[in-house]
């Protein structure tokens, strides 16, 4: 805050308002802080009640579960699903990304015993890469290779209720069953949510700003807009995840499962997919933090062209 004062002070002919502006985007900068910091909360609230369903799955029902597991396992391997750790994932992986450097380094390369240095160390690398991020990732479905990751040591993997949504996933992707809204939603991508999310926050505050030093009214549109923008793209995979979950239920049902167990199974999919909308409340705030930004990348550049005029 005193950075912000110091940087808009009056010698740069800056009017009382825009000073308050400035304590206005410094507290906003502060909501943001506040908001990541309830949003952590809420998920690591949300996982922990997934362990504590997980928990009793894998234990409390341990005979049903690794009954439903093996059912489930011959249903992956009906439909062509493959079921790979992220150990065995990340190696074929590399093994596949090494034939293909080799064959680019045949033609460049013509020491050999360089070459096969050369593609040891670069699968080494991607291998560990790999692995790190599907660690990172839980339990997790690959359309494109058609697999479900998961580890049977992980907790959060360890039970038939997670293999039956991932399944459910693999089903939506490839058409073989689910809702009509499932699968459009799972057409939807994933990647680049936060970058849309907080540069749409940007543009709008840049906007506003201007707005501001031209005297007019910030409209509710601008004001909504890093929601808005970060609830509409993130929609889908909630809808997704949701659609995966109630197709994983009905699997575990068609194969027998107890009423117990479908109680559980549905609480831990319930908490999971509260895991998820905690992502999508992020995205909004790193929305509005993107806006705050916006909002003094105004500033700085409203300085520089005054500070311009001064010469």
């Known amino acids: 805050m005193i950075i912000l ?28 802080l506040v908001g990541k910091k309830v949003v952590r909360k809420f998920h690591e609230k949300h996982i922990d009640k997934v ?57 460049s390369v013509k020491d050999n015993k360089k070459r096969k240095k050369t593609v040891k160390k670069s699968k080494e690398v991607y ?19 058609d697999t479900v990751h998961i580890d049977p040591k992980d907790k959060l993997g360890n039970n038939a209720a997670t293999l039956a949504h991932e399944l459910g996933h693999s089903k939506h992707y490839h058409g073989r069953d689910g809702s009509k809204l499932g699968k459009l939603a799972h057409k939807f991508p994933r990647q680049g949510l936060r970058v849309a999310s907080m540069g749409a926050g940007f543009a709008s505050g840049y906007k ?17 807009t890093p929601a808005l923008v970060a609830a509409g793209t993130y929609a889908p995979v909630l809808i997704a995840e949701g659609a995966a979950s109630k197709r994983g239920i009905k699997e575990l049902k068609k194969l027998g499962a107890s009423n117990e167990y479908i109680k559980h199974s549905k609480k831990d999919l319930r908490n999971a997919l509260g895991t998820y909308v905690a992502t999508g409340a992020k995205n909004i705030v790193l929305g509005y933090g993107g806006r705050e930004a916006g909002k003094l990348a105004r500033k700085v550049q409203r300085y520089k062209e005054e500070k311009n005029k001064d010469k």
């Open 5 to 32: 004062r110091k940087l808009f002070s009056s010698e740069n002919d800056i009017n009382a308002n825009e000073d308050a502006g400035s304590l206005k985007t410094a507290a906003g900068i502060g909501s943001v």
């Open 51 to 107: 362990l504590e369903a997980d928990t009793t799955l894998s234990t409390k029902l341990k005979d049903e579960n690794k009954a439903l597991l093996e059912k489930l396992e011959k249903e992956a391997t009906k439909q062509g699903t493959l079921i790979k750790t992220p150990k065995r994932a990340a190696k074929d992986l590399s093994d596949t990304f090494g034939k293909g450097l080799d064959e680019v380094l045949k033609k």
């Open 127 to 145: 291998k560990k890469f790999i692995y790190n991020k599907l660690q990172e990732a839980g339990p997790n479905y690959s359309s494109i290779t």
């Open 208 to 224: 506003a700003e201007k707005d501001r030093e031209k005297g007019k009214k910030v409209s509710t549109l601008n004001k909504l």
